[in-house]
């Protein structure tokens, strides 16, 4: 990946690498890791071009914005309350948030700022450890 | 070898649209700008004040209970700007100042604070101050002065400067609205002064055209939901149209019913408003029905020239009820139809 970054000029001054697209890619912690197969794109940020990451969270203005982005037609509006609120089960029974595949569209239209997609990847991680520790508790 | 530069990790998506709420907010204060200049045009210092007032009585009361409730003070988002822009484009001109500064007090603090601040609260907070004010100072609220008097720019109407608690002087300039004299008078009042606002009514609710120019540019901008006004006219259209051909004696023209009255400014800047309207596109569409219908109600039936204030609140107050009721449908599910 420094190779073909070098290619470009740009292994020395860049602050953010991802692997896939500027959506939905996977951040990298280290430019020594091999190109594969798999690897779909690079998507390379400097310092300039960065999205700012102290954008100031407004509470939600329930534009509907995410609700018109979604492309599962899901609530993400609903979703992120819950998700706030820490209802879990609720999100995935009544609103389905595991027909989320996360692609990060609500959380790019928000003008609030609000990190939904986040919050629902962080609402899944939890509704599944708790789902494996009812399993362990079984007898 | 290069020393390996630290690169910062984020989870996805790693840009944004770019748009942000206070953006939106300042947005809508510039779509409301050239009703404000038509408004001081035609009342003068007394419109001038009166907005102010209403401005500022309600950015200040944002502040004042941010700082009482020990939060960061929001009025950096723009909404209490909005608000108090809107509610004073609401009055009438003639309104004493005191008046329209209490009636800030309570659109932000009862409208909005009480509710838990931006985005928590049910009703319009600019129709909840006009609805305080209109149920203790009927009579001021439903006094109308005629706009363009000699001698606008350089003197107030004397009823605005009255003391608080004094019973305001109202002198001979009054006039009717075009929906009180089609009510009280049968008196019709020609279409071109409605769009144009060669009429009296509250500060801002005159000129149906520089209200359109607002809303088209919000709905370019991307910043309203063009639906909602689009939905709310064709209701109301529809169902006076209705009436008018049935009985074109007692009922006015559809185009009469559009245009006069607060129906454009509330339609355009009070319906839309994203907080207090629903989210999903269906949702809409029966809270605008709603609106219109109960506006038609109300001016056609009910003991009030104009009903457009009421209606939105009470449109407001089912939204939570539409919201819940209807949910997007998730692909790849069954159609509501199918699946029953």
């Not at chain 2, 300039?173 to 409605?194: H, I, N, R």
């Not at chain 2, 939905?231 to 004696?249: K, Q, S």
């Not at chain 2, 007692?250 to 339609?267: D, E, I, K, R, S």
Request: charged share 15%; proline share 6%.
């Amino acid at each position: 990946l420094r190779f073909a970054l070098d290619q470009v000029d740009l292994a020395d001054d860049v602050s953010r690498v991802f692997l896939g697209g500027p959506m939905m890619g996977q951040a990298l912690s280290s430019l020594d890791i091999p190109i594969t197969k798999g690897t779909s794109g690079i998507v390379a940020f400097t310092e300039k071009e960065q999205a700012p990451t102290d954008q100031k969270v407004y509470p939600c203005i329930r534009c509907g914005h995410c609700v018109d982005a979604c492309p599962m037609f899901l609530n993400p509006t609903r979703l992120g309350t819950l998700a706030r609120n820490r209802e879990y089960d609720l999100m995935a029974e009544e609103y389905n948030l595991f027909d989320c595949f996360e692609c990060g569209s609500c959380s790019y239209v928000c003008p609030s700022h609000i990190p939904l997609v986040q919050q629902f990847r962080v609402s899944k991680a939890m509704l599944r450890d708790i789902k494996a520790r009812e399993k362990k508790a079984e007898p | 070898v290069k020393t390996p530069k630290t690169l910062e990790i984020r989870t996805s998506p790693h840009i944004g649209s770019g748009e942000s709420t206070d953006v939106i907010m300042r947005n809508v204060v510039v779509a409301a700008l050239p009703l404000t200049a038509f408004a001081v045009y035609a009342h003068g210092l007394t419109a001038l004040f009166l907005l102010l007032v209403a401005s500022l009585s309600c950015v200040l009361t944002e502040h004042l209970l941010c700082v009482a409730a020990k939060k960061e003070s929001t009025i950096g988002d723009w909404s209490a700007a909005v608000t108090g822009l809107l509610y004073g484009l609401t009055l009438p001109p003639s309104l004493p100042l005191w008046m329209a500064a209490a009636g800030g007090f309570f659109a932000i603090g009862l409208g909005k604070a009480l509710f838990g601040g931006l985005g928590y609260n049910v009703f319009n907070p600019a129709l909840v101050g006009r609805a305080v004010v209109q149920g203790a100072f009927p009579v001021a609220m439903t006094t109308w002065s005629a706009p363009f008097w000699s001698g606008r720019f350089t003197s107030m109407l004397p009823s605005s400067l009255t003391l608080p608690f004094v019973e305001p002087a109202y002198d001979a300039v009054a006039g009717a609205t075009p929906l009180a004299a089609m009510k009280f008078d049968q008196e019709m009042t020609e279409s071109y002064d409605l769009a144009m606002g060669f009429i009296s009514g509250s500060t801002g609710e005159t000129s149906a055209l520089l209200i359109l120019l607002g809303g088209a540019y919000l709905i370019y901008r991307n910043m309203m939901n063009w639906r909602i006004p689009a939905f709310i006219f064709l209701t109301v259209a529809v169902l006076t149209g209705i009436f008018h051909t049935l009985n074109p004696e007692v009922y006015p023209t559809p185009q009469f019913m559009l245009l006069a009255g607060g129906l454009c400014f509330g339609a355009v800047f009070m319906a839309s408003d994203m907080v207090t309207s629903p989210v999903t596109n269906l949702g809409t569409l029966i809270y605008c029905i709603m609106i219109g219908s109960l506006v038609v109600i109300i001016r056609f039936w009910g003991g009030l020239p104009e009903g457009v204030q009421y209606s939105i609140l009470f449109a407001n107050g089912c939204v939570p009820l539409i919201d819940r009721a209807i949910q997007p449908r998730v692909y790849g599910t069954k159609k509501r139809s199918q699946a029953a």
